[in-house]
């Protein structure tokens, strides 16, 4: 499961707005990545032998696990989060039985 | 051990199906005492590191980003100058799950240890001390506090993610730029052709120091890397790991290729995978032939200027090497 | 009750920094200052002292260490000269800009090249811009008073800014006097523990420490900076004022003015010199002259309106620099002349440069001093046909 949600971008109206010295609370994070984007990943599931080397091999950690539906046979499904992955392509690269492809963004996107 | 896996199994909520393969592995590890063998199975579904600014297909990103899973969200950061600090904490951005700091380049390991202090001093139970650190900021401006770091004898690990010069700066040549590489400090000029000098042997030299555990590790390796992780977490004293980290953007190949990249410099000869360990040095792969040295070279950039003449000593550095690795290591 | 003894300055830092109970020590030798790292280790190795003691490798280590310590909420204590001192440059505006409550003891020595192990104020003025809290001391007693003085101002939520001790190398450092060690249950009943704070690293909260700023907020946080910094001169008058009361002893805060009320003539000094001033003070009063001493033992941030406040009915003023700016003139004299303006005294000034690479300071320079203010005030003008502004004290040969 993505246990990640983005924060809401801090308030800068008075110096009081910013943090004490240099540090702010981890894990937050305002901004997505997925303008990065030339290629997105697409996982066929249907090929997919959920050997989870995609999960484990992304940079980004953009592949979350998700159990499958109540009564499905095999348990995982391997989803992608658009809103972080960059097209780095390692994803369908390291897939051996090819059940990612990459697919050009579309121009307007 | 399983106590570990049980805390990181509730903070990622899906209790169900990983509990019951995260106990599988337990299991089949045998007690609790027993070191777990990590896989892309039975990892800690928790992330650690999102949202950061890393290339596409950053080989030194996923190197934190598993480490972290298997050091846990209770282990304390420190990261100098370089590209993940750069990626990972910019106002008001933090990528990291974990407490992080960022040091001044040539201090991380001394702030490393400074941080193990102080959570000692204040009675923090086990406290996990983590130096993340690049190539320069290990092997150049960092080596002075990493030596000093070492010596004291605090407990840390410290994982110099290494691809080979300074890239955040803009791929200049480190200590660590192999024989032969172009960088942007020395490029493949009419003259002299890349860098000639070869890697500062990093390894050894934390050997040296009698750490209490050291180890060589590639991303072509992933499941290797987080086993030695652990090792490193459970050793008890300093801790050294020297990952082998390829960089697209400065190496010239497809952010995709990250991982073969990697694999290929440890076929071929040209990485070893090897371990520091109760004073002895031990290799943990011996191939019986390489791959060519060519196949890995010719797919970067940053290599392509290279003649023939070039990878033949490329090729008699390697041998020599192992020449010696084969007769003073146990294999 | 207080025990006395018979320290030189060093001891008598150590014995304050023993009384705080620092959680870490980062240690790295340099003359002056090593006799305080020495006894504070002997301190944790006869059990004494429950401290971390780090053997670092290198000044920068030890302000980096320190950096790390207290970054998760221990208090850290360090200590340099000289070529230390800059060798962890770097790191000074990085402590303060992560507002960590570190205290440094500053043994004040001269900067190489030439080399030189002896006194002077050199060092600390390539530093003052980095954000720290800089205090100078007089004298022993007031040395160790004001290591445990340091550490409530640091770790003060409304300064949260480290802190440097000033000590003269050799003429403070290693020269003995009778010193009054306070009990340590009045300083733990007086000093309480560093809590954790919010913007430290810590269990329950995890923080992202010594983060990046771009130039969309970067101003921003280092103007917020500096206005907290300000804060510290108010500050230091309570933490004075309290200690005072507790072990019986002010040291007056950010500014010491000593019979400056009717004076004509006002010398100002920073460190060891205010005693033989106070001495030459005393003389010239004797003998008529109106004259005073300001000590200035905040230099960061500076008092300028206390300190314009002090020099406005003088006729003429003295600033002793044991330091120059080269190019220039005295760092203590810039600042001094800045605050005057800003505050519109119109009383003319002197620069007295003295005592560069251990050289003496002695009472017969001041006195020099004061002859040369009164010429001043008598209305000799500068330039060609009047009298040099900036002036060397104890030169032993022609400038």
Known sequence: ?109 | MSANMSVNMKQSGSAGASGAAASGAAAAAGSGSQQIKWTARNLPEQEHFYGHKACGGCGESLALRLALKVLGPDAYLSLPAGCMAAVSFIYPNMAFRNNAIITPFASTAAVATGVAAGLKALGKADPLSVAFAGDGGTADIGIQALSGAIDRGERFIYICTDNEAYMNTGIQKSGLTPFGAATTTTPAGKVIHGSITEKKNMFEIVAAHGIRYAATASMGYLEDFMNKVQKAKDCGGPSYIHVFAPCPTGWGHGSEETLAVAKQVVDSGLWYLAEFEGGEFRLNRNPETFIPVRDYLKRQARFKHLQDADIAEIERLRDAKWQYLRSHWTV | MSEAAFLNGNEAIAYGVKLCRPDVIAAYPITPQTKAVEKLSQFVQDGEMATQYMHVESEHSAMACSIGASAVGARTFTATSSQGLLYMAECLPYASGARLPIVMMNANRSIATPWNIYGDQMDVMFVLNAGWVQLFVENGQEALDMVIQSYRLAEDTRVMAPVMLNIDGFVLTHTYEKVLIPDQADVDAWLPRLQVQEHMMQDNNPMSMCITAGNAHNMEFKVRQHQDLLRAEALLEEVDASFAAAFGRSWKGAVDAYRCDDAELILLTTGSVSGTARVVVDELRAAGRRVGLLKLRLVRPFPAARVAEVLRGARAVGVFDKNISFGYEGTIYTNVNSALLQHGCTAPTMNFIGGLGGRDVSRGDLVAAFDRLQLLADGAGAGASGIDRVQYLGMRCEA
């Open chain 1, 1 to 109: 499961m993505k246990d990640f949600i983005k924060s809401p971008v801090p308030p800068f109206r008075r110096l009081a707005d910013l943090p004490v010295g240099s540090s702010l609370r981890s894990f937050h994070v305002v901004e997505g990545n997925a303008a990065w984007r030339v290629f997105r990943p697409l996982i066929d599931h249907a090929r997919c032998v959920k050997c989870h080397r995609c999960y484990l091999v992304c940079p980004d950690a953009a592949i979350h696990i998700e159990d499958a539906a109540a009564g499905a046979a095999a348990g995982k499904r391997f989803i992608i989060d658009y809103e972080f992955c960059k097209g780095c392509g390692l994803c369908a690269y390291e897939c051996k039985p090819g059940a990612i492809s990459m697919v050009k963004e579309a121009a307007d996107e």
